[in-house]
């Protein structure tokens, strides 16, 4: 069974600086991917970045950037420069990849991220 | 854009009473889930279903059904709402995991209260 952990129920952080968002996760399978999801208030959850666990380099999307480090199992979220709009749930998820049907994803319990002036 | 929509964004409904979530993607995804949202217990897999008349049971079933009749349609079944059923419900698409990122685009999200 794959098991995401987020033991930050809530972060703050001032507008500008950069914050880490934590995530640990258990897994047997070898092949696995690893996701971040952002959920403003408005509720839609927005998919940020994505990292496979055979890739050697940490994925970046723009201001995100994951700090994959595989054999301590986690996956932690840099956001750098935040903005107000950053304000939101953060969601850790991972799945089994190359299953050949629909793989599920286990997501963790969130971290509610604040930034402030 | 992908565009997944969810027939309501809040619904009210008595315990006892039959209750149909529906979700529709535009996006021609094989694999279509259902989660339940809840605070301090992130998003559940209730089901998922990777083809149409297809389903499986997720990590928490016990109460609901699906039906996917339609590739781009997939519905949520309340057979008999309870109060414990009150809680957030989130549709999402993808497409086959035979891709490496297996991406799921969300709906807006269905607030269901059960009184």
């Known amino acids: 069974a794959q098991k995401i952990t987020q033991t930050q129920p809530g972060m703050f952080v001032q507008e500008k600086e950069a914050v880490t968002l934590d995530c640990t996760y258990d897994?047997?399978?070898?092949?696995?991917?690893l996701f971040w999801y952002k959920q403003p208030s408005s509720g839609e959850m927005i998919f940020l970045i994505y990292?496979?666990?055979?890739?050697?380099q940490n994925a970046t999307e723009g201001r995100y950037s994951l700090n994959f480090q595989k054999a301590r199992k986690s996956a932690n979220l840099v956001i750098s420069a935040s903005q107000l709009g950053d304000s939101a749930m953060y969601f850790c998820?991972?799945?089994?990849?190359?299953?050949?049907?629909?793989?599920?994803?286990?997501f963790g319990t969130g971290t509610r991220l604040q930034v402030t002036l | 854009d992908v565009k997944v929509t969810q027939s309501s964004r809040y619904l009210v409904k008595r315990t006892g009473e039959k209750v149909f979530l529906e979700c529709v993607q535009d996006?021609?995804?094989?694999?279509m889930f259902w989660y339940r949202q809840d605070p301090g217990l992130g998003l559940r897999l209730i089901y998922f279903?990777?083809?149409?008349?297809?389903?499986e049971k997720g990590d928490i079933p016990e109460g609901y059904s699906v039906s996917r009749e339609k590739k781009e349609r997939f519905s949520l079944i309340l057979e008999s709402a309870s109060t414990n059923q009150t809680s957030m419900y989130l549709c999402?698409?993808?497409?086959?995991?035979?891709?490496?990122?297996?991406?799921?685009?969300f709906g807006p999200g269905t607030r269901l209260t059960v009184t």
């Open positions: 990292q496979g666990s055979y890739d050697q």
């Open positions: 897994t047997s399978d070898p092949s696995y991917g």
């Open positions: 999402a698409s993808s497409l086959p995991s035979s891709g490496i990122y297996g991406e799921q685009y």
């Open positions: 279903s990777y083809d149409v008349k297809m389903k």
């Open positions: 996006m021609d995804h094989e694999n």
């Open positions: 998820a991972m799945r089994k990849i190359n299953t050949g049907t629909a793989s599920k994803l286990t």
